[in-house]
């Protein structure tokens, strides 16, 4: 009788140490899967802040574009203007040079 007691005791204990260790297991599991979740979560987030700051990026490069062709055509009738007035400073010279000479 003492022996089924024992045995009893024995089956009963590795019983609740197996109902721990799946409790442990199953508690492991559920954490590793969160875990893999919010690391997929962290690096589809990063993955978008990447995309979103790639476009800022760019959006920033086509506005220094557009501003540099701007100032461009800004030097360009600049220079264009300064010409014209040249042109016409040397045109009244010679103007008046030919009415002293005559």
Not at 45 to 51: E, F, H, V
Not at 59 to 73: N, S
Request: proline content about 0%.
């Amino acid at each position: 009788m003492r022996k089924i007691i024992i045995a009893a005791v024995a089956t009963l204990g590795a019983v609740s140490l197996a109902a721990c260790s799946q409790e442990t297991q199953d508690s492991a599991e559920a954490l590793a899967t969160s875990v893999a979740s919010d690391a997929g979560d962290i690096a589809d987030d990063a993955g978008a802040a990447m995309n979103e700051a790639a476009g800022d990026a760019s959006a920033a490069a086509d506005d220094a574009g557009d501003a540099a062709k701007e100032a461009g055509a800004d030097v360009a009738k600049t220079v264009e203007d300064t010409a014209a007035d040249a042109q016409k400073a040397a045109e009244d010279a010679q103007r008046e040079l030919d009415a002293e000479t005559n």
